[in-house]
């Protein structure tokens, strides 16, 4: 049996190894899903950048932030891809920067290498004064570097936020734009996504880097608190997933700890339909986690309890295997009251690698065992499990959206939705029959060995919430025939 026979099937490569029942067929499945993961892609060096497409009379038009790679911060960019402001203060930490009404920003500030987390969280105005900030869980060592002088700074010892990946302002659920939900600029709750470091003997025999997630009041009082690892059986691991994390979870030795579940979002719930009809579980301050190792989406309601789970193994239940198997997936959360889809599940399903306790010729040790190298944005029913609406690109070419990691999806007041293809720095809008009505691709390059237009999340914002800035003028931005476009010769 060849592999391209079997690649052009485009089934993702484990479930279509359990579809199969003589052993070494599923071998060569597998080991030809490895190979399509390495070899499948290839991309070009020169292409355009800023906004390539615009439909002014399509788009649902505003601001957009995004984190641009280190050391460009922070960017704040109208429709047409001029840059309106950039904050280099707020910049290469894993957590999102948003606009709040009134043009303050906020984020997560000094990063603390080599853990992915960041020192502060912090609110500034548009000025750059700091109007908040939160620095106090517990205190940490920062990492030594050596400069052009032979100088070794770093090494002390400070307090820390530990945030990483998500936070909300009381408000707002879910971070984004919606109507009549704006988050606080001033009093207020905070959520806040963090770790803590600990061993847990029945999860593992290593530090585990847990996840821990805690709602500030104004003055920084923890006033809720949720640890992951209290809840470890509540997740829907088999005992083959179990044994594969006890026995084989990768340990970063730079970070000392185990990244065990990397959740990657924490999001109020919001109100929503579900609840006001009487369903417990949909409670408004519930908040929605999202497990990217795990493959696990899951509420959690304020007495710590996880109250509803799609994951890890969508084999589990026939409406689960209906929705196929989600892998790495970032910023599910409940579509907010006063948008299209109210009440639904959005989700970015990255693909990628993810999932314990599937072994298989490829990861005999049972981790990072799912494989599809390709992305899809899902809206999903979460009470019928229903795919209500899905993106994605089919066939052979499914690989041209694909997003290993990072990236994130927002419904938009006209039933647009914007995406941000985060791997490679391409944010778009798509209508709801899937035309791309705005594109935009990062110009910003990393200051890495191995340059990156990454970006980790992207948000739109009305023009009104900026006070400060003028309402640009729109201007459409029509791209050319691709077999006309050339580069110039000298």
């Known amino acids: 049996?060849?592999?391209?026979?079997?690649?052009?099937?485009?089934?993702?490569?484990?479930?279509?190894?359990?579809?199969?029942?003589?052993?070494?067929?599923?071998?060569?499945?597998?080991?030809?899903?490895?190979l399509y993961s390495v070899y499948s892609f290839s991309f070009p060096s020169v292409f355009p950048t800023s906004t390539t497409i615009f439909d002014p009379e399509k788009t649902w038009s505003g601001f957009t932030i995004y984190d641009a790679p280190a050391p460009h911060g922070a960017t704040l960019i109208d429709m047409n891809g001029n840059i309106i402001r950039q904050w280099k203060e707020l910049t290469n930490v894993p957590s999102p920067f948003r606009i709040l009404p009134g043009g303050y920003v906020m984020g997560g500030d000094e990063p603390r290498r080599p853990h992915q987390e960041a020192i502060a969280l912090i609110q500034l105005d548009w000025d750059g004064n700091e109007v908040w900030r939160y620095d106090r869980l517990e205190q940490v060592v920062t990492e030594e570097s050596e400069n052009d002088g032979g100088e070794i700074l770093g090494g002390e010892t400070v307090w820390s936020s530990r945030i990483h990946h998500d936070w909300q302002r009381e408000g707002n659920p879910i971070g984004y734009y919606a109507p009549d939900m704006e988050p606080r600029i001033e009093g207020?709750?905070?959520?806040?996504?963090?770790?803590?470091?600990?061993?847990?003997?029945?999860?593992?025999?290593?530090?585990?880097?847990?996840?821990?997630?805690?709602?500030?009041?104004?003055?920084?009082?923890?006033v809720w608190e949720w640890l992951a690892s209290d809840h470890v059986d509540e997740l829907g691991f088999s005992e083959d997933a179990r044994n594969a994390i006890h026995r084989s979870v990768e340990f970063n030795d730079d970070r000392e700890s185990a990244d065990w579940l990397h959740i990657n979002s924490a999001v109020?719930?919001?109100?929503?339909?579900?609840?006001?009809?009487?369903?417990?579980?949909?409670?408004?301050?519930?908040?929605?986690?999202?497990?990217?190792?795990?493959?696990?989406?899951?509420?959690?309601?304020?007495?710590?309890?996880?109250?509803w789970r799609l994951g890890p193994d969508y084999e589990q239940t026939r409406d689960q295997a209906k929705i196929g198997q989600i892998i790495g997936q970032h910023n599910p959360h409940l579509i907010p009251r006063g948008l299209p889809g109210e009440g639904n599940l959005l989700v970015f399903d990255n693909g990628g690698q993810g999932g314990y306790g599937f072994a298989n010729p490829a990861r005999p040790d049972g981790t990072n065992a799912m494989t599809r190298d390709s992305?899809?944005?899902?809206?999903?029913?979460?009470?019928?499990?229903?795919?209500?609406?899905?993106?994605?690109?089919?066939?052979?070419?499914?690989?041209?959206?694909?997003?290993?990691?990072?990236?994130?999806?927002?419904?938009?007041?006209?039933?647009?939705?914007?995406?941000?293809?985060?791997?490679?720095?391409?944010?778009?809008?798509?209508?709801?029959?899937?035309?791309?009505?705005?594109?935009?691709?990062?110009?910003?390059?990393?200051?890495?060995?191995?340059p990156s237009r990454r970006i980790y999340r992207a948000y739109r914002v009305p023009y009104d919430w900026i006070p400060q800035v003028t309402q640009p003028t729109e201007n459409a931005v029509i791209p050319p025939e691709l077999k006309n476009f050339r580069v110039p010769s000298c």
């Open 1 to 34: 049996m060849k592999c391209s026979i079997i690649l052009s099937l485009g089934i993702t490569m484990v479930n279509l190894a359990r579809l199969l029942k003589d052993s070494t067929i599923r071998q060569v499945v597998l080991f030809c899903g490895t």
């Open 188 to 222: 207020g709750k905070t959520l806040v996504l963090a770790h803590k470091n600990l061993i847990v003997p029945d999860i593992s025999p290593k530090q585990l880097e847990d996840d821990y997630i805690y709602e500030l009041n104004w003055d920084g009082e923890i």
């Open 268 to 307: 109020y719930l919001g109100p929503n339909q579900w609840y006001d009809n009487g369903d417990l579980r949909f409670h408004p301050d519930n908040i929605m986690i999202s497990s990217r190792t795990a493959n696990i989406i899951a509420v959690i309601n304020r007495n710590g309890d996880i109250v």
């Open 375 to 450: 992305s899809r944005v899902l809206e999903i029913n979460p009470v019928t499990l229903e795919v209500v609406w899905e993106y994605t690109l089919g066939g052979t070419e499914r690989y041209r959206f694909y997003s290993a990691y990072v990236s994130n999806a927002q419904r938009l007041p006209n039933g647009n939705t914007l995406v941000n293809e985060g791997m490679d720095g391409r944010i778009f809008e798509l209508t709801p029959e899937e035309e791309i009505v705005w594109e935009y691709v990062n110009p910003f390059l990393s200051d890495d060995d191995t």
